[in-house]
């Protein structure tokens, strides 16, 4: 079982009704409800919690966590940032969604600002799969479409991707890089851009099953931990 927590501030949910119209029950449970798998343990977290539900118990058993945030990217405590950082680090793999591209924890592990260009226009957003070999992509169409969605456009201030699965286009003219893979560590980082707290995203079923994907490729590699420092030779060494 691969296990899962998918963390969200829920804050837009509980001051918003047009959030909370679309996502009564809150993204994070959107999201839990949507990907929910065979092979998933899936659990949720949010900010309001203590630790904001990012306790050591819950991130030493997580094998990925799923980031979605906007309002208040500010409120997530720096020693939590810190403690999910050494945990990506360590091999856990980190989906990050939508606006949480200016979330502490991005930021830390991308080193960049991480601004971009953005819209609210209700606008079709076209996104392409770029690497159709890459497994984030395994059972994807060529492109698929978002009725409406916010616009994302570049330039998007990231680090090159270590691979670029999709690129989306959007009605306006713009194109984003809207699905970014990093390694960090003995982590996986994935960047997918679509979300929009106002809009039904995490009902499409090709952006769960994105995400989907994404939590599979992400998994722990479970490979032996490097061992760094002053090292005692492995054979002998003889005297010159």
């Known amino acids: 079982m691969i296990k899962v927590t998918v963390w969200n501030e829920f804050m837009h949910e509980k001051v918003h009704d047009a959030v909370k119209a679309v996502y009564p029950d809150g993204i994070h449970q ?6 929910a798998a065979d092979d998933f343990q899936i659990q ?7 630790e904001h539900g ?3 118990d819950v991130l030493n058993n997580t094998d990925v966590l799923i980031w979605w945030a906007h309002m208040g990217h500010d409120k997530v405590d720096d020693a939590i940032v810190q403690r999910v950082q050494q945990r990506v680090l360590a091999g856990m793999g980190l989906i990050v969604l939508h606006s949480a591209h200016f979330s502490k924890i991005f930021k830390v592990l991308m080193g960049t600002g991480c601004d971009l260009k953005w819209r609210e226009a209700d606008e079709k957003e076209r996104i392409w ?3 159709p070999a890459h497994p984030i992509a395994s059972g994807l169409p ?3 479409e978002l009725e409406k969605e916010e616009m994302y456009g570049e330039h998007f201030d990231i680090p090159a991707p270590d691979e670029l ?3 989306s286009w959007f009605e306006g003219g713009e194109v984003f890089r809207s699905g970014c893979t990093y390694h960090r560590g003995q982590g996986k980082v994935f960047y997918f851009r679509p979300g929009h707290e106002t809009y039904p995203t995490y009902y499409n ?3 769960l099953h994105v995400i989907r994907n994404a939590v599979r490729w992400a998994e722990p590699s479970r490979a032996a931990a490097p061992i760094r420092g002053n090292h005692q030779p492995l054979e002998a060494i003889k005297a010159k």
Not at 30 to 35: D, E
Not at 44 to 50: H, K, R, S
């Open 30 to 35: 959107a999201i839990a409800n949507g990907i």
């Open 44 to 50: 949720t977290a949010t900010l309001d919690q203590p």
């Open 54 to 56: 990012l306790t050591e």
């Open 129 to 131: 799969v770029v690497d």
């Open 142 to 144: 060529e492109y698929f």
């Open 165 to 167: 699965v999709f690129i």
């Open 205 to 207: 079923e090709n952006v």
